[in-house]
């Protein structure tokens, strides 16, 4: 199959190409070129983009959206007692199961090709993951807990180093990387946090967590520049603004910790904010020019794409020779077929009704 007369965003640097073409071969872009009179599908100047990488999800409380009223973030989400939890105790298997598949399927017709999950319910909760992705044209990614037959997971996915005793967190590290398994934590989201840490550790959550040696930092809500500075060895840092704005718990310093670290974005606990990456692509703009940093466009949208493909070893997410499908075609109608900086409205204004994914 071959696409032509399109414009797009090529390779790691999203490169923007005008009067492109794409070969595909058995759901892997084997050709990308420019010019020239071919036969193929004309889709009449259109942008084709990269599909997005939703890096951070919780989807098992999807059958509870928007069912808390001004109530903090341990009362919501912190195991094993808060609401979350505790409508997970409750609520029936069977609409548990079906809020998580309207999740995936929402998020796979949005564009998202591969979402990461923070699976709780160990290998239960696994096995309703993969019922509910079954059929599903998207990909995941389980960071679990609570698993013995580490064959089902990518890696650990831990709530933080206040919901667990530190000897026991560093087990868990053990077992991740003797068995070549990412380790991921939630950090410095609460900031009642910082003070509960000093009290326990005598060190800041930032630095305690650091001791752990992580793969993956979720979040960092609440790390001050120096801490920013600290995170640097660590492989990825997943932020996830609409999430903690939503909350209350603040908004990361986008531009310190993009400047610092490899970011990716994620949309965290769909009871309390919606999965669409193109919201988070938006509010996250927005969020950096908040904090009066300099970032260019790119960037924000490799957070999205590039930078998650790199995290997680995914063949997708970028538009290159050897990378599978879907990707995204951009209509060609209102706003994009107006814009001056194409890459600047794709983050900005477009939705899931501007696109159409290409399998």
């Known amino acids: 199959m071959l696409y032509k007369n399109l414009n797009l965003l090529y390779g790691e640097e999203l490169e923007y190409i005008k009067n492109a073409y794409l070969r595909i071969e058995n759901g892997k872009i084997t050709e990308v070129g420019t010019g020239g009179k071919r036969v193929g599908i004309d889709l009449k100047g259109s942008l084709i983009i990269p599909s ?41 298997e069977n609409k548990i199961l079906r809020g998580m598949r309207e999740t995936v399927q929402y998020m796979a017709g949005s564009g998202i090709s591969y979402f990461v999950d923070f699976r709780e319910g160990g290998e239960k909760g696994i096995s309703m993951l993969k019922n509910a992705c079954e059929g599903a044209k998207i990909g995941y990614r389980v960071l679990g807990r609570d698993v013995k037959d580490l064959s089902q997971i ?24 003797k068995n070549g398994k990412l380790f991921a934590i939630h950090v410095a989201e609460n900031p009642l946090s910082r003070p509960f840490s000093l009290y326990k550790y005598r060190r800041t959550e930032v630095e305690v967590a650091l001791s752990l040696n992580p793969d993956i930092m979720i979040h960092l809500t609440n790390a001050d520049l120096r801490e920013i500075k600290l995170v640097r060895r660590v492989k990825g840092i997943v932020l ?12 990361p310093d986008i531009p310190q910790i993009h400047e610092n670290s490899l970011v990716c974005l994620g949309t965290d606990n769909v009871m309390i904010n919606s999965p669409d990456m193109w919201r988070e692509l938006s509010f996250t703009y927005k969020m950096t020019r908040v904090k009066n940093g300099s970032m260019k466009v790119s960037e924000i949208l490799k957070m999205a794409t590039v930078n998650p493909a790199k995290l997680f070893s995914l063949n997708s997410g970028i538009i290159q020779e050897g990378f599978s499908l879907p990707i995204i075609r951009i209509r060609k109608k209102y706003p994009i077929s107006l814009s001056i900086d194409p890459i600047r409205t794709v ?3 477009i939705t899931p009704k501007d696109i159409k994914v290409l399998r």
């Not at 989807?59 to 094993?80: A, H, M, N, Q, R």
């Not at 603004?241 to 909350?247: K, M, V």
């Open 347 to 349: 983050i900005s204004r």
């Open 240 to 251: 996830c603004p609409s999430s903690n704005a939503i909350l209350g718990s603040g908004i």
């Open 52 to 92: 997005l990488i939703n890096a951070h999800t919780h989807i098992g409380d999807s059958s509870f959206i928007d069912c808390y009223d001004e109530l903090t973030i341990d009362e919501l989400v912190k195991p094993p007692d808060s609401l979350k939890h505790t409508l997970l105790k409750k609520t029936d």
């Open 154 to 177: 990518h890696g650990f996915g831990i709530s933080g180093v206040l919901d667990m005793e530190l000897s026991y967190l560093k087990q868990i590290r053990k077992s991740a990387e």
